[in-house]
């Protein structure tokens, strides 16, 4: 299912997708309401009553500039709300659906430990991993960006969300794998020649510094790889057999690169950083 305007029969058939088996829902990722709308209509169809993958993909750039070079503060009045559409969609959308998608997952368990139909678990075939049609292990991949760790000064709003998907990913990872075995990660492609850009933009863009679709789509497979298998073809420095949660993925051109979180400088950094894991200080001070 996808959360777009459905396009046109044509291009769908050009595509070969099959539409007794797609679903395509006008969605405004921004907006809490038409999240919920979607996610219900995701755990309905089909009666499965279950959301396996979810892709937070949705996009957009800043609609205006922080710098207001346009506005002369000698004539102008004072000025307007800022146009945060781009943080809407591109931060906010995804703090929606990780809650909805967390939600549906223990649903789903909640349903999967009520049945009485045994399934194998994949990486034993002679072992019995839970009663379900087959197991049930939720991955959520979000799609950030390169600039989610360097500085973008020419769309600010954009970059500074694409950081907070990148703090998303890394705090929440490991402990919703853990306690719900949902697996939360996050791709942050290079230059890809999308819509996003413009086609005066992607022509003047040398070809060797572009990447390509393939490249991301092969960061989700891994990342979504029951086994965490990661193909030992020297393009990826992923740890193979590892399931994978909380892993931000930088896509440039054909190499995967699994980034991490910033040392610490020092001893008192280590204690504040060691403080926020389960049964430190923050979390006696700090509930929600």
């Given at each position: ?21 797609t679903l395509f829902v ?223 993925v930088e896509v440039v ?36």
């Amino acid at each position: 299912m996808a959360a777009t305007r459905p396009p046109d029969p044509a291009s769908l058939a050009q595509a070969g997708i099959d539409t007794d088996r797609t679903l395509f829902v006008r969605t405004d990722v921004s907006s809490w309401q038409d999240s919920v709308a979607l996610f219900k209509t995701a755990w309905n169809w089909g009666n499965g009553h279950r959301i396996d993958f979810l892709a937070a993909n949705a996009g957009t750039d800043d609609k205006e500039s922080v710098y207001g070079y346009n506005v002369d503060p000698e004539t102008e009045e004072e000025p307007v709300m800022p146009n945060l559409r781009c943080i809407e969609v591109n931060l906010l959308s995804v703090f929606h659906a990780l809650k909805l998608f967390i939600f549906y997952a223990r649903r789903t368990q909640k349903g999967i430990s009520s049945s009485t139909s045994p399934v194998i678990d994949p990486r034993n075939s002679s072992s019995s991993l839970s009663s379900s049609p087959w197991p049930f292990n939720p991955k959520m991949v979000i799609t950030g960006s390169c600039v989610g760790q360097y500085r973008f000064p020419v769309a600010p709003q954009y970059c500074a969300a694409k950081h907070g998907l990148v703090g998303l990913t890394r705090s929440v990872g490991e402990k919703l794998l853990k306690y719900d075995n949902i697996a939360v990660n996050c791709v942050m492609p290079g230059f890809v020649p999308t819509s996003l850009g413009s086609p005066e933009l992607i022509a003047a863009w040398p070809k060797e510094f572009q990447t390509p679709v393939t490249s991301t789509n092969r960061a989700f497979m891994e990342l979504i790889d029951e086994l965490g298998r990661v193909t030992q073809d020297g393009k990826s420095d992923g740890i193979d057999g590892v399931v994978k949660s909380g892993q931000t993925v930088e896509v440039v051109g054909d190499q995967l690169f699994y980034r991490e979180s910033v040392p610490s400088p020092n001893q008192s950094m280590n204690f504040l950083r060691a403080q926020a894991e389960e049964g430190g200080l923050w979390e006696t001070m700090y509930q929600v």
